[in-house]
């Protein structure tokens, strides 16, 4: 790869953060309550990208570490500054996750972060919704759900994944 091609596929992941860190802000501006917003979010981000830039060529993940500290320390210090009676832990935890996705970008699996970041933007959109299964839950439903985690999780990972048996069409897998 030339230091064009090179240099381009590191902007793309940079603006890949920048789009999961705003994906998430955009998010948690809904809130009033909110410690951090749009353009937090894509800092926080855009700083885990560049400590996974920095910390790339040579492996040395100390920085990303020290990176990682003060980003969550600096949101434990606004949540504690803030005037709102409710606490703001989700705010927190969405934006180490979201300093972590920025970081992963780094990592060889460029998706996998886009992807993530799609989904804890759902799970925190979708916030009364989420708060209202498990009062609609059955105990036959949470009955059914452990049995299904038993063989999906237990039972169907020791199962042989070949085929047996006349003209091999039974796969216990």
């Known amino acids: 790869m030339n230091e064009y091609q090179t240099q381009l596929s590191h902007l793309m992941l940079f603006a890949q953060s920048i789009g999961i860190g705003f994906l998430i802000g955009l998010e948690r501006e ?9 353009r937090t979010f894509t800092l926080i981000a855009l700083s885990g990208s560049l400590a996974g ?11 990303a570490i020290v990176l990682g500290l003060l980003v969550g320390l600096s949101l434990v210090v606004a949540q504690a500054k803030s005037t709102s009676e409710e606490s703001d832990t989700t705010t927190v935890m969405a934006g180490l996750i979201a300093f972590a996705l920025g970081y992963s970008l780094w990592l060889g699996h460029p998706l996998l972060p886009s992807a993530l970041a799609i989904a804890i933007t759902a799970i925190l959109y979708f916030r009364e919704q989420l708060r209202q299964v498990p009062q609609q839950l059955t105990d036959k439903d949470i009955r059914s759900f452990f049995q299904f985690a038993a063989v999906a999780f237990i039972l169907l990972p020791i199962l042989p994944d070949t085929t047996y048996g006349p003209y091999a069409v039974f796969n216990p897998y």
């Open 30 to 38: 809904r809130h009033n309550n909110a410690i951090a917003g749009v």
């Open 53 to 63: 830039y920095i910390a790339t060529p040579d492996q040395n993940v100390g920085l």
